[in-house]
């Protein structure tokens, strides 16, 4: 377990839809970022937020928007989606002190069809 | 041009040799990552460093930041090493330790 926890694992959705993706930081870490990684553009840097605040934005589309909430836990929502939106989506947290560096989340596999 | 550059993209190597992987960037840092994606998809982050060497047992990653140089070495490789191994650095220029990513290189280690 990598401290860093995503759900769903897997999400298979049409085009138009509209969802949700979970994020829950290693315990103690204030800073969440958002990946995603396509086949095409590689991995790039969606979001950060920090301890509730929006702190750096991105390559994000504005059909994207994402939020972090007072227990920390963050969630990235895609709506209008599309083809290419179809990629992995990492969470990951920053940690300081004893925990100072980098933990991935699992990701998020989404495929629109 | 891509701010960070990885080569190889693809390295098939035999069990037990030493590996080598290069990562060039252009930008200043605060700190470069190296980072292992199994097949799988996890991402695992192996090393932050922004100076000298750092060492976690077979793996080893050096930095020279005056020629903006980095390599990940790996010793008496093995199968179990087969993964993409991602570069990414925190940018001096962006705010955050947000990570811009190498392409990646394949690697992968045949018994």
Same mark, same amino acid.
């Given at each position: 377990d990598s401290g860093v926890t995503q759900t769903p694992k897997h999400l298979i959705t049409a085009t138009g839809q509209r969802v949700t993706l979970r994020c829950s930081p290693r315990s103690g870490d204030l800073s969440v970022y958002w990946y995603q990684q396509s086949l095409d553009q590689g991995l790039? #840097?969606?979001?950060?937020?920090?301890? =509730?605040?929006?702190?750096?934005? &991105?390559?994000? %589309?504005?059909r994207f928007s994402a939020q972090q909430f007072p227990d920390l836990h963050s969630e990235l929502n895609l709506s209008s989606l599309e083809l290419g939106?179809?990629?992995?989506?990492?969470?990951?947290? #920053?940690?300081?002190?004893?925990?100072? =560096?980098?933990?991935?989340?699992? &990701?998020?596999? %989404?495929?629109?069809? | 041009k891509n701010e960070v550059e990885q080569s190889p993209q693809n390295l098939t190597a035999q069990e037990g040799e030493f590996i080598t992987?290069?990562?060039?960037?252009?930008?200043?840092?605060?700190?470069?990552?190296w980072l292992q994606q199994h097949p799988g998809g996890g991402i695992?982050?192996?090393?932050?460093?922004?100076?000298g060497k750092k060492?976690?047992?077979?793996?080893?990653?050096?930095?020279?930041i005056q020629e903006k140089h980095s390599s990940l070495h790996i010793t008496a490789s093995h199968p179990r090493d087969s993964a993409v191994y991602i570069c990414a650095v925190s940018s001096l220029?962006?705010?955050?330790?947000?990570?811009?990513?190498?392409?990646g290189t394949q690697l992968t280690v045949n018994p």
């Open positions: 790039q #840097f969606l979001i950060q937020y920090y301890n =509730g605040e929006e702190r750096a934005k &991105g390559n994000i %589309l504005e939106d179809s990629a992995l989506y990492f969470c990951a947290s #920053f940690g300081t002190g004893k925990n100072y =560096g980098y933990t991935f989340g699992s &990701g998020t596999r %989404l495929t629109v069809v | 992987i290069n990562c060039s960037y252009s930008v200043g840092i605060s700190a470069l990552h695992v982050s192996l090393f932050m460093l922004s100076s060492k976690h047992g077979r793996l080893i990653a050096t930095i020279n220029e962006t705010s955050g330790s947000r990570l811009t990513f190498g392409e």
